[in-house]
Structures are given as C-alpha cells and as structure tokens.
C-alpha cells in the first residue's frame, strides 16, 4: 500500500498536482472519463510499432498463454461440466464484467482486477457475475425457487502470486446457487450439500483422486449446517473471513487446494432483501488438469 502510494504521488506531481485526480474520479461523467481515456490509448497504440507489440507480448504475464496444455485443460472442463445435476444451467458469461462487479460486492480491492476504460473489468471471478445474473432472474421471477447456475470461465487476477500451479490467468468451474430464506437454514443446508457433492464428483470425474472438504464455521448458527456437511473442521481458516458469512469451505485433492466455496450477502444486497440467500463456490480446473 505505502508503494502504491508513493508511485501515485509521483505520477500525480508530473501531471501537474493532485487535483486532477479529484476532477478524473469525481468530477467528470462516467461517459466524458470513458471518452477521455478512449483517447488516450488510442494515442499510445498509434505510437507503438509491430516490434514494440512483440517486446510486450514476451514478457506480459497477463498475454502470455496458459501453462497447461490444452488437451489437458479442456478435458478437466468437459470432467467438470458432466459433474452437475439436471437442476443447474451452464451459461456463457462474458469475459468482461461491470466495473466494481468484485469490489463492490466482495472485500476485494479493486486493483486486484483488470480495469477497463469502458467502465468494466475484464472477468476476474465468474462467481461474482453468475450472482449478477443470478439477482437479475430472482427480480424476475421472484418467489421461493432457487436460481441454480454454473459457468466454466478464463480469469484473470491482477495481483502477483507465487508458487506451484499459481497462474496470472486460469480457468474456474463456477456455481452459484441463489433462493429465498425457507426458515431452519433449509436452505444453507440442501445447498451446501449439493455444491459439495457436484464438486467433489467433478474432482473425481477429473482424474485428482478422492476429494477432501474442510469446513469452517463462521456464525454459531451455522452449526447444524456444518455438522450436516461433514468434513473437516477447519476453525484456524483466516482467508475469506469478511467475504463469506456463516459457513465456508474448501476443496482439497492430493492435498493441493482446488476449490472453495461458502455463502455471501451478495443477492440480499443487490436486491434489497435480507431473505435473499445465495452460496457460490468453485474449482480451479488448471490444478485439476495437472493430475494429483
């Protein structure tokens, strides 16, 4: 953060004071700032040459192909697909988001994405777009019927990451299951088994071996959910403390973490319903293709 800081004041002295930041965040319309920043790379993608692209292309983690082989890859996503029961549909999403599609719903700092200057982001997480869609048909169709999508998508993440199958862009299995408070956590309990169960089939149908899940309950009222569940306790768990409520859990194969899931608030909010109930969870399928 203090980096970050200390380059952003840097820029904004050769830009010729802070201010400009106040009137390119605030001041200006979402539309005059797209137009503005329209123009200012389509100047300096004028300015580059063929050899300038290539120079990029070498060394950007971000363009570089995927370190998996295809064959490989795209049997884990056919493995992963075959895994979901008749009540879940796959949709196509979009490799761009609505901007803030992750920082807005979830405790992730918005540089930890791919931003655009069309007000977007490229695809960071298909979870947080399967629950833009998921909010869209609950406000349609309302009622008690749950919303049960999946989605196999390319991501990209901003942020540096080191160590064995760590990868500036992957592919995630991705399922979203949104409904209405049934009371008895009815719900939190049907649905956490049933994502649990399609992921550890898609585990197995992929060839990793026998899965794992370890469970981590975050609010008392969740224990007859995890007890439910099964699993490991996992109480020690600090990630995704503040980013799921209630319960979450992880994946494990040939103890390699490969997924993660748990509920989230994100429905409630974008709709205005505290009955709204929604848990999202996923596999990386490029651990999965790279056998246990």
Known sequence: MA??????????????????????????????LTTL???????????????DVLRRYGHDRFAAPGAVAFRDLRR???AALSALPPGFEP???SPVAPLGACSALATVDQNKVISTVRNGEVAADPTNALALEAAVRRRAAGGTEPVRLAAVQRVVRAQHVKGAARFAHFTLFALVTAGRDTGDHAFERQHAAEHLAILGEAVRTCGAGEPEAWVTLLDERFERVAAALGGTPDPGRESGRGYYSGLCFKVYAGGVEVGDGGFTDWTARLLGNRKERLLISALGLDRLALGP
Not at 37 to 51: D, I, K, M, T
């Open 76 to 78: 884990a996503e056919d």
């Open 3 to 32: 980096e970050r800081t200390t380059a952003l004041d840097r820029v904004l002295r050769q830009a010729g004071g802070p201010e400009i930041l106040d009137v390119l965040a605030e001041r200006l319309s979402g539309a005059d």
């Open 37 to 51: 920043l329209l123009e200012v790379v389509r100047r300096r993608a004028g300015a580059l040459s063929p050899a």
């Open 91 to 93: 949709v196509v999403l």
